[in-house]
């Protein structure tokens, strides 16, 4: 049975941070490349991050290059996305998702397994 189980979503001020964690099971982690989204209310949903799961090699939408940080740990089925510096357009439902091979793209379609999603809230 296939789970992707997003935590660590949460409310924050302009400026906090927070780290989502991903936890994957019942498919091959190594084989997949891991990819963030966002769906903001009345707004699609967009990509926000991939990592490869060969090479490590990443993968940020220009929205978030220098202010989020995604990483894996193969040994626990996890993927992370540091995000600092939050902004109030950050705010998001955010969701973890699973696409076979290695390329590196955000194109929600490419993925196969999705979380439920954890919400993020920035706000004064």
């Known amino acids: 049975q296939v789970q992707v189980v997003e935590s660590g979503g949460g409310s924050v001020q302009p400026g906090g941070s927070l780290t989502l964690a991903c936890v994957v099971s019942g498919f091959t982690f190594d084989d997949y490349a891991i990819g963030w989204f966002r769906q903001a209310p009345a707004k699609e949903r967009e990509g926000v991050s991939c990592l490869s799961n060969t090479d490590a090699s990443t993968h940020y939408a220009d929205s978030v290059k220098g202010r989020f940080t995604i990483s894996r740990d193969n040994g626990k089925n996890t993927v992370y996305l540091q995000m600092n510096n939050l902004k109030p357009e950050d705010t998001a439902v955010y969701y973890c998702?699973?696409?076979?091979?290695?390329?590196?793209?955000?194109?929600?379609?490419?993925?196969?397994?999705w979380g439920q999603g954890t919400q993020v809230t920035v706000s004064s």
């Open positions: 998702a699973a696409k076979p091979g290695d390329y590196l793209i955000l194109v929600s379609d490419m993925y196969n397994y």
